[in-house]
Nanobody
Framework: QVQLVESGGGLVQAGGSLRLSCAAS????????????MGWFRQAPGKERDVVAV????????YYADSVKGRFTISRDNAKDTVYLQMNSLKPEDTAVYYC?????????????????WGQGTQVTVSS
């Protein structure tokens, strides 16, 4: 098992930037952080949870939702067991709770059901 803890959320004006971090710690021995595909998802009030970005085990491959392409960047540091989401040019519609998730699948999945572990979430609020 792995525990995920997000940080870096907050209140920012439209056009601003935030960097989210998700630190992983192993509750039991077993898989290393580098063996997980990592994803960022978000859920706005009254809406379903949507994928934001996904990164492969090595970091060589990434996926972005159309709504964030060119503005958000996902990255990971396997030596620090941490995945990041750099968010630039933020818009009010980016307001949501952001969750990181870990998948034991080798494929880059954009569907939450394929993720095995989830963090508690961090609130991002973008004011207009």
């Amino acid at each position: 098992q792995v525990q995920l803890v997000e940080s870096g959320g907050g209140l920012v004006q439209a056009g601003g930037s935030l960097r989210l971090s998700c630190a992983a710690s192993r509750r039991t021995s077993g898989r290393t952080f580098s063996s997980y595909v990592m994803g960022w998802f978000r859920q706005a009030p009254g809406k379903e949870r949507d994928v934001v970005a996904v990164i492969s085990r090595t970091g060589m491959n990434t996926y972005y939702a159309d709504s964030v392409k060119g503005r958000f960047t996902i990255s990971r540091d396997n030596a620090k067991d941490t995945v990041y989401l750099q968010m630039n040019s933020l818009k009010p519609e980016d307001t949501a709770v952001y969750y990181c998730a870990a998948s034991t699948s080798s494929a880059i999945s954009t569907t939450g059901q394929y993720y095995d572990y989830w963090g508690q979430g961090t609130q991002v609020t973008v004011s207009s």
